[in-house]
């Protein structure tokens, strides 16, 4: 009976070593692989943010200053996603609430090269409390995939602000940029 328990001991101590040493080269493999995809990966990546870069149109034009809010046009990007296959515009602002409520950041009347965009293709709505300031984003992108406007001549809207608390609260800043 010892002789067999000592044989099970063995064959199980063989085993589990000999498990060990495939494990350390597996894990040998798995860490030069993943060294691979990783450097593959940051190699896209970069390729991907230059792409960005490319699409982006850096403002930084301010669109109101006044006793109730602040607003600088920051950038407007181009932004293909290859994965997806989705294509979408963002406008980016810079927003500061000056008053003793919070107020809130909407996108209207958007129009590009002249032409509406349709408010089912618009995304913004950021909401900035007293005394604070916020990066606020208009999505335009056609979830249906739909072409999108190119941006060759202008971009006009209007910054819609507003007050929840306060109904008789409400602003609009122009904005108006056009392209090169």
């Known amino acids: 009976m010892k002789k067999?328990?000592?044989?099970?001991?063995?064959?199980?101590l063989v085993g589990v070593l000999t498990a060990c040493g495939e494990a350390a080269t597996t894990e040998e493999e798995s860490a030069k692989g993943q060294a691979e995809e990783t450097s593959d990966e940051a190699a896209e990546e970069e390729a991907e943010e230059s792409d960005a870069e490319e699409g982006v149109i850096e403002l930084n034009q301010e669109i109101a200053d006044n006793d109730s809010f602040k607003a600088t046009l920051v950038s407007i990007e181009r932004i293909y996603d290859e994965t997806w296959d989705e294509e979408k515009i963002e406008v980016v602002f810079d927003v500061e609430n000056k008053r003793d409520d919070t107020i809130e950041f909407q996108a209207r009347e958007v129009s590009i090269d002249g032409r509406m965009v349709d408010e089912m293709l618009l995304t913004m709505s950021t909401e900035v409390a007293s005394g604070k300031s916020?990066?606020?984003?208009?999505?335009?992108?056609?979830?249906?995939?739909?072409?999108l406007p190119e941006l060759e001549e202008d971009f006009e809207m209007l910054?819609?602000?507003?007050s929840w608390d306060d109904y008789d609260f409400q602003e609009q800043a122009e904005v108006n940029v056009t392209f090169e």
């Open 134 to 147: 916020a990066k606020a984003v208009l999505t335009i992108q056609d979830y249906e995939g739909g072409d």
């Open 159 to 162: 910054l819609h602000v507003f």
């Open 4 to 12: 067999l328990k000592l044989l099970g001991i063995s064959i199980l």
